[in-house]
Protein backbone atom coordinates (compact mmCIF):
# COMPACT_ATOMS: atom_id res chain seq x y z
CA UNK A 1 0.00 0.00 0.00
CA UNK A 2 3.08 2.51 1.09
CA UNK A 3 4.94 1.89 -1.36
CA UNK A 4 2.38 2.18 -4.27
CA UNK A 5 0.96 5.71 -2.61
CA UNK A 6 4.51 6.91 -2.96
CA UNK A 7 4.82 6.26 -6.34
CA UNK A 8 1.65 7.72 -7.07
CA UNK A 9 3.07 10.83 -5.18
CA UNK A 10 6.46 10.93 -6.93
CA UNK A 11 4.37 10.89 -10.37
CA UNK A 12 2.18 13.35 -9.60
CA UNK A 13 4.69 15.66 -9.16
CA UNK A 14 6.69 14.79 -11.59
CA UNK A 15 4.24 15.03 -13.94
CA UNK A 16 3.53 18.26 -12.69
CA UNK A 17 7.33 19.67 -12.96
CA UNK A 18 6.81 18.34 -17.19
CA UNK A 19 3.91 20.25 -17.93
CA UNK A 20 5.77 23.45 -16.36
CA UNK A 21 9.15 23.31 -17.76
CA UNK A 22 9.96 25.47 -20.85
CA UNK A 23 8.90 23.98 -23.75
CA UNK A 24 9.36 26.21 -27.14
CA UNK A 25 6.78 24.30 -29.14
CA UNK A 26 3.57 25.60 -27.37
CA UNK A 27 1.71 28.60 -27.65
CA UNK A 28 2.70 31.02 -24.93
CA UNK A 29 -0.72 31.05 -23.21
CA UNK A 30 -0.49 27.27 -23.08
CA UNK A 31 2.84 27.90 -21.33
CA UNK A 32 2.42 30.34 -18.73
CA UNK A 33 -1.25 27.97 -17.48
CA UNK A 34 -0.11 24.73 -15.81
CA UNK A 35 -2.58 21.92 -15.26
CA UNK A 36 -3.60 23.21 -12.53
CA UNK A 37 -4.81 26.26 -14.36
CA UNK A 38 -6.91 24.28 -16.86
CA UNK A 39 -9.04 22.09 -14.29
CA UNK A 40 -9.23 25.19 -12.08
CA UNK A 41 -11.94 26.96 -13.16
CA UNK A 42 -14.05 23.57 -14.49
CA UNK A 43 -13.15 22.42 -10.52
CA UNK A 44 -14.09 25.78 -9.20
CA UNK A 45 -17.26 26.25 -10.63
CA UNK A 46 -18.24 22.69 -9.96
CA UNK A 47 -17.00 22.89 -6.28
CA UNK A 48 -18.79 26.56 -5.53
CA UNK A 49 -21.95 24.75 -7.32
CA UNK A 50 -21.81 22.28 -5.03
CA UNK A 51 -21.98 24.06 -2.15
CA UNK A 52 -24.48 26.99 -3.42
CA UNK A 53 -27.21 23.85 -4.64
CA UNK A 54 -26.40 21.92 -1.12
CA UNK A 55 -27.34 25.07 0.49
CA UNK A 56 -31.16 26.16 -1.39
CA UNK A 57 -31.85 22.27 -1.11
CA UNK A 58 -31.65 22.34 2.49
CA UNK A 59 -34.50 24.36 2.50
CA UNK A 60 -36.22 21.63 0.84
CA UNK A 61 -35.25 18.92 2.69
CA UNK A 62 -36.40 21.01 5.47
CA UNK A 63 -40.05 21.18 3.76
CA UNK A 64 -39.69 17.35 2.93
CA UNK A 65 -38.80 15.98 6.20
CA UNK A 66 -41.00 17.93 8.03
CA UNK A 67 -44.19 16.46 6.16
CA UNK A 68 -42.84 13.10 6.22
CA UNK A 69 -42.38 13.43 10.28
CA UNK A 70 -45.88 14.58 10.56
CA UNK A 71 -47.45 12.22 8.41
CA UNK A 72 -48.78 9.83 10.93
CA UNK A 73 -50.46 12.84 12.94
CA UNK A 74 -52.12 14.37 9.67
CA UNK A 75 -53.44 10.61 8.93
CA UNK A 76 -54.95 10.46 12.38
CA UNK A 77 -56.56 13.95 12.46
CA UNK A 78 -56.34 15.37 8.79
CA UNK A 79 -56.71 18.87 8.75
CA UNK A 80 -59.29 18.91 12.02
CA UNK A 81 -56.08 19.53 13.52
CA UNK A 82 -55.92 22.86 12.83
CA UNK A 83 -59.37 23.03 13.91
CA UNK A 84 -59.23 21.64 17.38
CA UNK A 85 -58.33 23.08 20.60
CA UNK A 86 -57.57 19.64 22.32
CA UNK A 87 -53.93 18.85 23.58
CA UNK A 88 -54.38 15.91 25.75
CA UNK A 89 -51.06 13.58 25.86
CA UNK A 90 -53.33 11.22 27.99
CA UNK A 91 -55.86 10.43 25.20
CA UNK A 92 -53.78 11.08 22.96
CA UNK A 93 -56.17 13.35 21.00
CA UNK A 94 -53.90 16.65 19.84
CA UNK A 95 -54.88 20.17 18.13
CA UNK A 96 -53.74 22.74 16.85
CA UNK A 97 -56.01 25.61 16.77
CA UNK A 98 -55.32 27.53 20.39
CA UNK A 99 -52.14 27.45 19.70
CA UNK A 100 -52.29 29.10 16.48
CA UNK A 101 -54.58 31.70 18.04
CA UNK A 102 -52.12 31.93 20.41
CA UNK A 103 -49.40 32.92 18.03
CA UNK A 104 -51.27 34.97 16.03
CA UNK A 105 -52.48 37.33 18.78
CA UNK A 106 -48.97 37.67 20.24
CA UNK A 107 -47.33 38.03 17.29
CA UNK A 108 -49.90 40.74 15.75
CA UNK A 109 -50.14 43.07 18.81
CA UNK A 110 -46.75 42.65 19.25
CA UNK A 111 -45.74 44.19 15.58
CA UNK A 112 -48.68 46.71 15.77
CA UNK A 113 -47.08 48.35 19.00
CA UNK A 114 -43.59 47.46 17.85
CA UNK A 115 -43.69 49.54 14.16
CA UNK A 116 -44.70 52.66 15.22
CA UNK A 117 -41.64 52.64 17.76
CA UNK A 118 -39.50 51.21 15.07
CA UNK A 119 -40.40 53.78 12.58
CA UNK A 120 -40.23 56.83 14.87
CA UNK A 121 -36.68 55.76 16.13
CA UNK A 122 -35.54 55.28 12.49
CA UNK A 123 -36.97 58.58 11.89
CA UNK A 124 -34.84 60.01 14.59
CA UNK A 125 -32.04 58.19 13.75
CA UNK A 126 -31.62 59.07 9.68
CA UNK A 127 -33.60 62.76 10.17
CA UNK A 128 -32.83 64.53 13.30
CA UNK A 129 -30.18 63.00 15.45
CA UNK A 130 -26.88 64.84 15.61
CA UNK A 131 -24.92 63.44 12.97
CA UNK A 132 -21.66 62.26 15.98
CA UNK A 133 -24.99 60.65 18.02
CA UNK A 134 -26.67 58.91 15.10
CA UNK A 135 -24.16 55.91 14.55
CA UNK A 136 -23.85 55.35 18.14
CA UNK A 137 -27.39 55.03 19.45
CA UNK A 138 -27.72 52.89 15.69
CA UNK A 139 -25.29 50.37 17.61
CA UNK A 140 -26.84 50.83 20.74
CA UNK A 141 -30.67 50.01 19.05
CA UNK A 142 -29.02 47.08 16.89
CA UNK A 143 -27.43 45.42 20.60
CA UNK A 144 -30.93 45.64 22.08
CA UNK A 145 -31.62 42.74 19.10
CA UNK A 146 -28.27 40.84 19.92
CA UNK A 147 -29.42 40.18 23.39
CA UNK A 148 -29.85 36.41 23.21
CA UNK A 149 -34.08 35.35 23.95
CA UNK A 150 -33.39 33.03 26.45
CA UNK A 151 -31.71 35.54 28.62
CA UNK A 152 -34.77 38.30 27.68
CA UNK A 153 -37.11 35.13 28.89
CA UNK A 154 -35.04 35.09 32.16
CA UNK A 155 -35.23 38.81 32.54
CA UNK A 156 -39.29 38.55 31.17
CA UNK A 157 -39.80 36.10 34.41
CA UNK A 158 -38.00 37.62 36.98
CA UNK A 159 -37.99 41.31 36.20
CA UNK A 160 -40.59 42.48 33.96
CA UNK A 161 -43.07 39.76 34.76
CA UNK A 162 -43.61 41.32 38.78
CA UNK A 163 -43.84 45.05 37.39
CA UNK A 164 -46.93 43.51 34.73
CA UNK A 165 -48.29 41.83 37.68
CA UNK A 166 -47.94 44.87 40.37
CA UNK A 167 -48.08 48.15 38.19
CA UNK A 168 -49.19 47.29 34.82
CA UNK A 169 -52.13 45.03 35.51
CA UNK A 170 -53.77 46.73 38.04
CA UNK A 171 -53.11 49.82 36.01
CA UNK A 172 -54.37 48.47 33.09
CA UNK A 173 -57.32 46.82 34.66
CA UNK A 174 -58.92 50.19 36.67
CA UNK A 175 -58.34 52.36 33.23
CA UNK A 176 -59.40 50.09 30.19
CA UNK A 177 -60.97 47.20 32.57
CA UNK A 178 -64.18 47.81 31.30
CA UNK A 179 -63.04 46.18 27.92
CA UNK A 180 -62.88 42.42 28.17
CA UNK A 181 -59.30 42.33 27.26
CA UNK A 182 -58.04 43.65 30.40
CA UNK A 183 -59.96 41.67 32.95
CA UNK A 184 -59.27 38.83 35.48
CA UNK A 185 -56.81 37.95 37.59
CA UNK A 186 -53.22 39.32 37.49
CA UNK A 187 -50.43 37.50 36.45
CA UNK A 188 -46.62 37.90 35.79
CA UNK A 189 -46.92 35.35 33.21
CA UNK A 190 -48.99 35.56 30.20
CA UNK A 191 -49.91 37.01 27.13
CA UNK A 192 -49.28 40.66 27.98
CA UNK A 193 -45.42 39.10 29.25
CA UNK A 194 -45.37 37.63 26.11
CA UNK A 195 -45.93 40.28 24.00
CA UNK A 196 -44.10 42.86 25.58
CA UNK A 197 -41.11 40.65 25.50
CA UNK A 198 -41.90 39.72 21.75
CA UNK A 199 -41.87 43.88 20.90
CA UNK A 200 -38.38 44.61 22.56
CA UNK A 201 -37.17 41.41 20.58
CA UNK A 202 -38.52 43.32 16.86
CA UNK A 203 -38.25 47.25 17.83
CA UNK A 204 -35.01 46.81 16.51
CA UNK A 205 -34.96 44.59 14.10
CA UNK A 206 -37.89 46.97 12.14
CA UNK A 207 -35.85 49.94 13.19
CA UNK A 208 -32.54 48.94 11.72
CA UNK A 209 -34.55 47.85 8.14
CA UNK A 210 -36.34 50.81 7.96
CA UNK A 211 -33.18 52.78 9.36
CA UNK A 212 -31.53 51.70 6.08
CA UNK A 213 -34.33 51.97 3.44
CA UNK A 214 -34.61 56.11 4.89
CA UNK A 215 -30.91 56.39 3.99
CA UNK A 216 -31.50 55.36 0.28
CA UNK A 217 -33.46 58.11 -0.06
CA UNK A 218 -32.00 60.87 -2.35
CA UNK A 219 -31.21 63.74 -0.70
CA UNK A 220 -32.61 65.85 -3.50
CA UNK A 221 -36.04 64.76 -3.04
CA UNK A 222 -35.78 65.80 0.88
CA UNK A 223 -33.97 69.03 -0.05
CA UNK A 224 -37.12 69.70 -2.68
CA UNK A 225 -39.94 69.40 0.21
CA UNK A 226 -37.96 71.10 2.42
CA UNK A 227 -37.21 74.22 -0.20
CA UNK A 228 -41.47 74.05 -1.12
CA UNK A 229 -41.51 75.45 2.73
CA UNK A 230 -42.33 71.65 4.03
CA UNK A 231 -41.78 71.24 7.63
CA UNK A 232 -39.57 67.98 8.40
CA UNK A 233 -42.70 66.59 9.38
CA UNK A 234 -44.36 67.44 6.06
CA UNK A 235 -41.15 65.73 4.28
CA UNK A 236 -41.49 62.81 6.01
CA UNK A 237 -45.11 61.99 5.67
CA UNK A 238 -45.52 63.60 2.29
CA UNK A 239 -41.87 62.52 0.71
CA UNK A 240 -39.86 59.11 2.99
CA UNK A 241 -42.67 57.44 3.84
CA UNK A 242 -44.26 57.11 0.67
CA UNK A 243 -40.88 56.32 -1.10
CA UNK A 244 -40.02 53.39 1.32
CA UNK A 245 -43.52 51.68 2.08
CA UNK A 246 -43.21 49.05 0.23
CA UNK A 247 -39.79 48.43 1.89
CA UNK A 248 -41.02 49.26 5.45
CA UNK A 249 -44.33 46.82 4.67
CA UNK A 250 -41.51 44.27 3.94
CA UNK A 251 -39.65 45.18 7.61
CA UNK A 252 -43.13 44.38 9.32
CA UNK A 253 -43.17 41.10 7.55
CA UNK A 254 -39.55 40.76 8.53
CA UNK A 255 -40.43 41.10 12.02
CA UNK A 256 -43.83 39.47 11.99
CA UNK A 257 -41.87 36.26 10.87
CA UNK A 258 -39.18 36.88 13.98
CA UNK A 259 -42.31 37.06 16.41
CA UNK A 260 -43.89 34.06 15.12
CA UNK A 261 -41.23 31.56 14.99
CA UNK A 262 -39.66 32.79 18.47
CA UNK A 263 -39.85 29.96 20.54
CA UNK A 264 -37.24 30.57 24.19
CA UNK A 265 -38.70 34.27 25.57
CA UNK A 266 -42.26 33.13 24.78
CA UNK A 267 -41.80 29.75 26.09
CA UNK A 268 -40.35 31.28 29.73
CA UNK A 269 -43.11 33.57 29.56
CA UNK A 270 -46.14 32.43 28.13
CA UNK A 271 -47.63 30.19 31.03
CA UNK A 272 -48.24 27.43 28.76
CA UNK A 273 -51.60 26.28 28.90
CA UNK A 274 -54.32 25.38 25.88
CA UNK A 275 -57.58 27.59 25.71
CA UNK A 276 -58.82 30.36 23.75
CA UNK A 277 -59.65 33.49 26.10
CA UNK A 278 -60.32 37.19 25.78
CA UNK A 279 -58.24 38.77 28.29
CA UNK A 280 -54.53 39.49 27.98
CA UNK A 281 -53.66 39.02 31.47
CA UNK A 282 -54.41 35.02 31.26
CA UNK A 283 -51.95 32.09 30.69
CA UNK A 284 -51.67 31.12 26.59
CA UNK A 285 -49.49 29.17 24.10
CA UNK A 286 -48.15 29.54 20.76
CA UNK A 287 -47.03 27.10 18.12
CA UNK A 288 -43.02 27.60 18.46
CA UNK A 289 -43.19 27.56 22.23
CA UNK A 290 -45.38 24.75 22.92
CA UNK A 291 -42.64 22.70 20.29
CA UNK A 292 -40.04 23.84 22.91
CA UNK A 293 -41.73 22.95 25.65
CA UNK A 294 -42.23 19.41 24.61
CA UNK A 295 -38.49 18.31 24.45
CA UNK A 296 -37.95 16.24 27.78
CA UNK A 297 -40.21 13.17 25.14
CA UNK A 298 -43.09 12.74 24.36
CA UNK A 299 -44.71 9.50 25.11
CA UNK A 300 -45.94 8.00 22.03
CA UNK A 301 -45.38 8.60 18.72
CA UNK A 302 -48.24 10.52 17.66
CA UNK A 303 -46.93 13.06 19.89
CA UNK A 304 -43.94 13.36 18.34
CA UNK A 305 -45.41 13.25 15.07
CA UNK A 306 -48.51 16.12 16.44
CA UNK A 307 -45.17 17.94 17.30
CA UNK A 308 -43.65 17.70 13.80
CA UNK A 309 -47.36 18.85 12.79
CA UNK A 310 -47.21 21.72 14.78
CA UNK A 311 -43.34 22.43 13.07
CA UNK A 312 -44.90 22.19 10.01
CA UNK A 313 -47.70 24.49 9.97
CA UNK A 314 -45.38 26.99 11.79
CA UNK A 315 -42.99 26.42 8.46
CA UNK A 316 -45.60 26.90 6.08
CA UNK A 317 -47.10 30.50 7.97
CA UNK A 318 -43.26 31.46 8.08
CA UNK A 319 -42.58 30.57 4.79
CA UNK A 320 -45.42 32.76 3.50
CA UNK A 321 -44.53 35.51 5.60
CA UNK A 322 -41.13 35.51 3.85
CA UNK A 323 -41.81 35.13 0.90
CA UNK A 324 -44.11 37.74 1.10
CA UNK A 325 -41.35 40.28 2.20
CA UNK A 326 -39.30 39.13 -0.87
CA UNK A 327 -41.93 40.22 -2.73
CA UNK A 328 -42.36 43.44 -1.66
CA UNK A 329 -38.50 44.06 -1.59
CA UNK A 330 -38.28 42.87 -5.36
CA UNK A 331 -39.63 46.00 -7.23
CA UNK A 332 -36.70 48.17 -5.27
CA UNK A 333 -34.59 45.04 -6.20
CA UNK A 334 -34.39 46.57 -9.75
CA UNK A 335 -33.02 50.04 -8.75
CA UNK A 336 -29.61 51.32 -8.27
CA UNK A 337 -26.94 48.87 -6.83
CA UNK A 338 -27.08 50.81 -3.50
CA UNK A 339 -30.27 50.60 -2.71
CA UNK A 340 -29.61 46.71 -3.22
CA UNK A 341 -26.91 47.01 -0.47
CA UNK A 342 -29.30 48.75 1.74
CA UNK A 343 -31.47 45.94 1.92
CA UNK A 344 -28.92 43.17 2.21
CA UNK A 345 -27.83 44.91 5.17
CA UNK A 346 -31.34 44.85 6.38
CA UNK A 347 -31.57 41.19 5.82
CA UNK A 348 -28.46 41.23 7.61
CA UNK A 349 -30.11 42.76 10.74
CA UNK A 350 -32.75 40.07 10.66
CA UNK A 351 -30.33 37.75 11.15
CA UNK A 352 -29.00 39.30 14.54
CA UNK A 353 -31.12 37.76 17.16
CA UNK A 354 -30.93 34.35 18.85
CA UNK A 355 -33.64 32.37 19.65
CA UNK B 1 -25.30 93.44 10.80
CA UNK B 2 -27.55 94.99 13.67
CA UNK B 3 -30.27 92.73 15.11
CA UNK B 4 -33.99 93.65 12.80
CA UNK B 5 -36.36 95.68 14.79
CA UNK B 6 -39.39 92.95 14.11
CA UNK B 7 -39.53 88.95 14.92
CA UNK B 8 -41.53 87.04 12.77
CA UNK B 9 -43.51 85.05 14.62
CA UNK B 10 -45.70 82.04 13.12
CA UNK B 11 -49.70 82.63 13.66
CA UNK B 12 -52.28 80.63 12.53
CA UNK B 13 -51.75 77.03 10.12
CA UNK B 14 -48.28 78.26 10.13
CA UNK B 15 -47.88 77.88 13.85
CA UNK B 16 -49.91 75.07 13.95
CA UNK B 17 -47.93 72.99 11.31
CA UNK B 18 -44.85 73.60 13.33
CA UNK B 19 -45.77 72.53 16.53
CA UNK B 20 -47.15 69.41 14.92
CA UNK B 21 -43.79 69.03 13.62
CA UNK B 22 -42.20 69.63 17.04
CA UNK B 23 -44.44 67.48 18.47
CA UNK B 24 -43.16 64.45 16.01
CA UNK B 25 -39.96 65.34 16.90
CA UNK B 26 -40.61 65.00 20.31
CA UNK B 27 -42.36 61.51 19.55
CA UNK B 28 -39.54 60.15 17.66
CA UNK B 29 -36.79 61.18 20.35
CA UNK B 30 -38.91 59.53 23.13
CA UNK B 31 -39.37 56.31 20.83
CA UNK B 32 -35.65 56.41 20.56
CA UNK B 33 -34.42 57.29 23.96
CA UNK B 34 -36.95 54.47 25.17
CA UNK B 35 -35.45 51.26 23.15
CA UNK B 36 -31.86 52.99 24.84
CA UNK B 37 -33.70 52.59 27.93
CA UNK B 38 -34.49 49.04 27.55
CA UNK B 39 -31.74 48.38 26.67
CA UNK B 40 -29.86 49.89 29.52
CA UNK B 41 -32.69 48.23 31.90
CA UNK B 42 -32.17 44.39 30.86
CA UNK B 43 -28.46 45.12 31.07
CA UNK B 44 -28.03 46.58 33.99
CA UNK B 45 -30.13 44.06 35.54
CA UNK B 46 -28.32 41.18 34.68
CA UNK B 47 -24.88 42.71 35.56
CA UNK B 48 -26.10 43.46 38.33
CA UNK B 49 -27.73 40.17 39.81
CA UNK B 50 -25.14 38.12 37.56
CA UNK B 51 -22.32 39.72 38.77
CA UNK B 52 -22.86 39.58 41.99
CA UNK B 53 -22.63 35.35 42.18
CA UNK B 54 -19.64 35.34 39.58
CA UNK B 55 -16.23 33.64 41.48
CA UNK B 56 -13.61 31.92 39.78
CA UNK B 57 -15.23 28.79 40.89
CA UNK B 58 -18.07 29.33 38.61
CA UNK B 59 -15.37 29.57 35.84
CA UNK B 60 -13.72 26.73 36.91
CA UNK B 61 -15.57 24.13 38.24
CA UNK B 62 -18.02 21.69 37.26
CA UNK B 63 -22.03 21.50 38.14
CA UNK B 64 -23.21 21.60 41.55
CA UNK B 65 -25.89 18.86 41.91
CA UNK B 66 -28.98 18.58 44.60
CA UNK B 67 -31.76 20.36 45.05
CA UNK B 68 -30.46 23.85 46.19
CA UNK B 69 -26.60 23.51 45.75
CA UNK B 70 -23.75 25.69 46.93
CA UNK B 71 -20.79 26.46 44.52
CA UNK B 72 -20.34 24.89 41.81
CA UNK B 73 -19.95 26.52 38.14
CA UNK B 74 -20.88 26.00 34.57
CA UNK B 75 -17.53 25.21 33.06
CA UNK B 76 -18.39 22.60 31.15
CA UNK B 77 -21.38 24.27 29.82
CA UNK B 78 -18.42 27.02 28.21
CA UNK B 79 -17.00 24.43 26.99
CA UNK B 80 -20.19 23.07 25.42
CA UNK B 81 -21.04 26.10 23.63
CA UNK B 82 -17.35 26.28 22.17
CA UNK B 83 -18.19 22.80 21.06
CA UNK B 84 -21.46 23.31 19.71
CA UNK B 85 -20.45 26.78 17.89
CA UNK B 86 -16.98 25.11 16.77
CA UNK B 87 -18.19 22.46 14.96
CA UNK B 88 -20.92 24.56 13.60
CA UNK B 89 -18.34 27.14 12.25
CA UNK B 90 -16.20 24.60 11.11
CA UNK B 91 -19.22 23.74 8.79
CA UNK B 92 -20.61 26.66 7.62
CA UNK B 93 -17.67 28.41 6.80
CA UNK B 94 -16.71 26.95 3.71
CA UNK B 95 -20.15 26.21 3.15
CA UNK B 96 -20.93 29.82 3.09
CA UNK B 97 -18.30 31.61 1.16
CA UNK B 98 -18.45 28.80 -1.80
CA UNK B 99 -21.99 29.69 -1.82
CA UNK B 100 -21.31 33.30 -2.14
CA UNK B 101 -18.81 32.55 -4.45
CA UNK B 102 -20.88 30.70 -6.71
CA UNK B 103 -23.59 33.40 -6.69
CA UNK B 104 -21.58 36.41 -6.73
CA UNK B 105 -18.87 35.94 -9.41
CA UNK B 106 -19.94 32.67 -11.36
CA UNK B 107 -23.77 32.38 -11.62
CA UNK B 108 -26.12 34.15 -14.27
CA UNK B 109 -28.38 36.57 -12.77
CA UNK B 110 -31.09 34.51 -12.83
CA UNK B 111 -29.66 31.74 -10.55
CA UNK B 112 -27.92 34.26 -8.86
CA UNK B 113 -31.34 35.95 -7.45
CA UNK B 114 -32.95 32.47 -6.93
CA UNK B 115 -29.74 31.19 -4.40
CA UNK B 116 -30.42 34.60 -2.59
CA UNK B 117 -34.30 34.11 -2.19
CA UNK B 118 -33.42 30.79 -1.19
CA UNK B 119 -31.16 32.01 1.79
CA UNK B 120 -32.81 34.40 3.08
CA UNK B 121 -35.95 32.25 2.99
CA UNK B 122 -33.41 29.79 5.20
CA UNK B 123 -32.36 32.93 7.26
CA UNK B 124 -36.09 33.51 8.19
CA UNK B 125 -37.12 30.03 8.99
CA UNK B 126 -37.90 29.63 13.28
CA UNK B 127 -35.16 28.50 14.52
CA UNK B 128 -36.67 25.52 16.08
CA UNK B 129 -38.11 24.25 13.29
CA UNK B 130 -34.87 23.81 11.99
CA UNK B 131 -34.49 21.99 15.50
CA UNK B 132 -37.36 20.03 14.66
CA UNK B 133 -35.81 18.89 11.39
CA UNK B 134 -32.33 17.84 13.11
CA UNK B 135 -34.37 15.85 15.26
CA UNK B 136 -35.96 13.63 12.65
CA UNK B 137 -33.11 13.81 10.64
CA UNK B 138 -30.79 12.49 13.20
CA UNK B 139 -31.98 12.16 16.57
CA UNK B 140 -34.93 10.26 16.16
CA UNK B 141 -32.43 7.49 14.86
CA UNK B 142 -29.16 7.84 16.94
CA UNK B 143 -29.97 9.67 20.48
CA UNK B 144 -28.96 13.28 20.92
CA UNK B 145 -25.42 14.51 20.51
CA UNK B 146 -23.35 18.17 20.36
CA UNK B 147 -23.38 17.05 17.09
CA UNK B 148 -26.56 17.12 15.98
CA UNK B 149 -26.83 20.32 17.97
CA UNK B 150 -23.83 21.75 15.70
CA UNK B 151 -25.60 20.79 12.78
CA UNK B 152 -28.95 22.70 13.69
CA UNK B 153 -26.56 25.76 14.52
CA UNK B 154 -24.15 25.45 11.63
CA UNK B 155 -27.76 25.65 9.12
CA UNK B 156 -28.77 29.12 11.27
CA UNK B 157 -25.49 30.40 10.04
CA UNK B 158 -25.24 29.25 6.51
CA UNK B 159 -27.25 32.15 5.08
CA UNK B 160 -26.25 34.85 7.65
CA UNK B 161 -22.30 33.96 5.97
CA UNK B 162 -22.98 33.39 2.55
CA UNK B 163 -25.48 36.67 2.41
CA UNK B 164 -22.45 38.72 4.25
CA UNK B 165 -19.64 37.38 2.30
CA UNK B 166 -21.69 37.74 -0.98
CA UNK B 167 -22.31 41.56 -0.09
CA UNK B 168 -18.45 41.83 0.45
CA UNK B 169 -17.78 40.14 -2.25
CA UNK B 170 -19.83 42.68 -3.89
CA UNK B 171 -17.55 45.97 -2.88
CA UNK B 172 -14.35 44.37 -3.80
CA UNK B 173 -13.44 46.86 -6.73
CA UNK B 174 -13.89 45.28 -9.89
CA UNK B 175 -10.96 47.16 -11.19
CA UNK B 176 -8.69 44.62 -9.07
CA UNK B 177 -11.00 41.64 -10.66
CA UNK B 178 -10.28 43.18 -14.32
CA UNK B 179 -6.51 43.80 -14.11
CA UNK B 180 -5.85 39.97 -12.47
CA UNK B 181 -7.95 38.69 -15.72
CA UNK B 182 -6.27 41.05 -18.25
CA UNK B 183 -2.94 39.73 -16.72
CA UNK B 184 -3.93 36.61 -18.14
CA UNK B 185 -4.49 34.91 -14.79
CA UNK B 186 -7.31 32.16 -14.80
CA UNK B 187 -10.67 32.86 -13.00
CA UNK B 188 -10.17 30.24 -10.30
CA UNK B 189 -6.85 31.70 -9.44
CA UNK B 190 -8.00 35.65 -9.34
CA UNK B 191 -10.98 34.23 -7.36
CA UNK B 192 -8.59 32.42 -4.90
CA UNK B 193 -5.23 35.49 -4.68
CA UNK B 194 -7.47 38.44 -5.71
CA UNK B 195 -10.88 38.57 -4.45
CA UNK B 196 -11.15 36.36 -1.52
CA UNK B 197 -7.84 37.96 -0.03
CA UNK B 198 -9.04 41.19 -0.25
CA UNK B 199 -12.83 40.40 1.02
CA UNK B 200 -11.69 38.27 3.90
CA UNK B 201 -11.78 40.88 6.59
CA UNK B 202 -15.51 41.13 5.40
CA UNK B 203 -15.69 37.17 5.78
CA UNK B 204 -14.12 36.88 9.01
CA UNK B 205 -16.23 39.55 10.51
CA UNK B 206 -19.44 37.99 8.69
CA UNK B 207 -18.54 34.72 10.56
CA UNK B 208 -17.93 36.50 14.07
CA UNK B 209 -21.39 37.79 14.16
CA UNK B 210 -22.46 34.71 12.82
CA UNK B 211 -21.25 33.06 16.08
CA UNK B 212 -22.29 35.77 18.30
CA UNK B 213 -25.99 34.96 17.09
CA UNK B 214 -25.56 31.16 17.19
CA UNK B 215 -23.82 31.07 20.58
CA UNK B 216 -27.02 32.51 22.26
CA UNK B 217 -29.73 29.97 20.73
CA UNK B 218 -31.25 27.95 22.93
CA UNK B 219 -34.05 26.73 21.12
CA UNK B 220 -33.17 24.12 18.38
CA UNK B 221 -30.77 22.93 20.97
CA UNK B 222 -33.50 21.71 23.30
CA UNK B 223 -34.41 18.50 20.84
CA UNK B 224 -30.57 17.67 19.86
CA UNK B 225 -28.40 18.08 22.79
CA UNK B 226 -30.56 19.03 26.35
CA UNK B 227 -29.63 15.84 28.07
CA UNK B 228 -26.14 17.09 28.31
CA UNK B 229 -25.12 17.67 31.96
CA UNK B 230 -22.75 20.22 32.94
CA UNK B 231 -22.32 18.14 35.92
CA UNK B 232 -19.45 15.56 34.43
CA UNK B 233 -16.23 16.52 32.82
CA UNK B 234 -17.26 15.78 28.85
CA UNK B 235 -16.25 17.58 25.58
CA UNK B 236 -16.97 14.70 22.99
CA UNK B 237 -19.31 15.71 20.35
CA UNK B 238 -20.54 12.65 20.11
CA UNK B 239 -22.10 12.81 23.62
CA UNK B 240 -24.98 15.30 24.42
CA UNK B 241 -23.15 17.90 25.80
CA UNK B 242 -24.84 21.13 27.79
CA UNK B 243 -24.03 24.53 26.58
CA UNK B 244 -24.63 27.89 28.47
CA UNK B 245 -28.07 28.56 26.93
CA UNK B 246 -28.97 25.74 27.92
CA UNK B 247 -28.32 25.59 31.49
CA UNK B 248 -29.24 29.21 32.04
CA UNK B 249 -32.96 27.60 30.61
CA UNK B 250 -32.77 24.71 32.99
CA UNK B 251 -32.04 27.14 36.03
CA UNK B 252 -34.76 29.74 35.12
CA UNK B 253 -37.11 26.73 35.55
CA UNK B 254 -35.72 26.01 39.16
CA UNK B 255 -37.86 27.69 42.19
CA UNK B 256 -34.35 27.63 44.47
CA UNK B 257 -33.06 31.00 44.54
CA UNK B 258 -29.72 29.89 44.35
CA UNK B 259 -30.52 28.76 40.86
CA UNK B 260 -32.06 31.75 39.79
CA UNK B 261 -28.69 33.95 40.57
CA UNK B 262 -26.76 30.80 38.60
CA UNK B 263 -28.89 31.53 35.89
CA UNK B 264 -28.05 34.98 35.81
CA UNK B 265 -24.98 34.68 36.85
CA UNK B 266 -24.21 32.26 33.45
CA UNK B 267 -26.62 35.03 31.29
CA UNK B 268 -23.91 37.92 32.52
CA UNK B 269 -21.07 35.72 30.74
CA UNK B 270 -23.46 34.94 27.60
CA UNK B 271 -24.26 38.38 27.48
CA UNK B 272 -20.82 39.93 27.48
CA UNK B 273 -19.82 37.52 25.09
CA UNK B 274 -22.33 37.94 22.59
CA UNK B 275 -22.73 41.51 23.40
CA UNK B 276 -18.90 42.44 22.98
CA UNK B 277 -18.23 39.89 20.19
CA UNK B 278 -20.96 41.42 17.77
CA UNK B 279 -19.94 45.01 18.51
CA UNK B 280 -16.38 44.66 17.39
CA UNK B 281 -17.41 42.50 14.74
CA UNK B 282 -20.01 45.39 13.62
CA UNK B 283 -17.22 47.90 14.37
CA UNK B 284 -14.77 46.40 12.14
CA UNK B 285 -17.18 45.40 9.30
CA UNK B 286 -18.08 49.43 9.11
CA UNK B 287 -14.20 49.96 9.39
CA UNK B 288 -13.57 47.63 6.19
CA UNK B 289 -16.50 48.44 4.63
CA UNK B 290 -15.55 52.46 4.57
CA UNK B 291 -11.80 50.70 3.05
CA UNK B 292 -13.60 49.11 0.63
CA UNK B 293 -15.62 52.02 -0.53
CA UNK B 294 -13.00 54.22 0.01
New interface residues.
Partial sequence: MAPRLVWLVVTVSHAHEGRRAPDEDRPVLEKTRGWLDRIGDPALKVITFSAAALSVTILGLITYELITGARLAFHSFGLGFLTSQTWDAIHNQFGALSLIVGTFVTSVLAIVIATPLAVAIALFLTELAPKHVRSLLGALVEMLAAIPSVILGLWGILVLGPFIQNQLEPFLGSTLGFLPFFRGPHSGTGLLTAILVLTIMIVPIVASVTRELFTTVPSELREGALALGATRWEMVRGVLLPATRPGILAAVALGFGRAIGEAMAVLMVIGGTIGIHLSLFGHSDTLAARIAGQYQGSSTNLQTSSLVYLATILLVISLVVNIGAQLLIKPIDRRPRRRRIALDRAFEAQGLSAD | MSEPAFTLKATGRLRR??L??QA??A??????L???A??A???I??AR?GAGSLNLDFFTQSQAQGFNPKGGGVLFAIVGTFVLVGIASLIAL???V??A???S???TPRLAR??R??????????????G??VF??LV?AHGQSAFAGSLALS?IM???I???T??VL??VPPAQREASLAL?V????T??QVVIPSAMGGILTGTT??I?????????L??LT?LGVASHADANPFHPLSSL?LV??EY?EQASPDY?SK??AA?FI??CF??FT??TA?LAL?RYRKKLEG
Fill in positions: RQVNMGLALAAALAVVLIVVSVRPLGLTIYIELAIGMALDITNGIPTIVIIFTVAILPIARSEELLGSRWRTVLAARVAGETAPLFSTIFSQAWALMVLSLKA
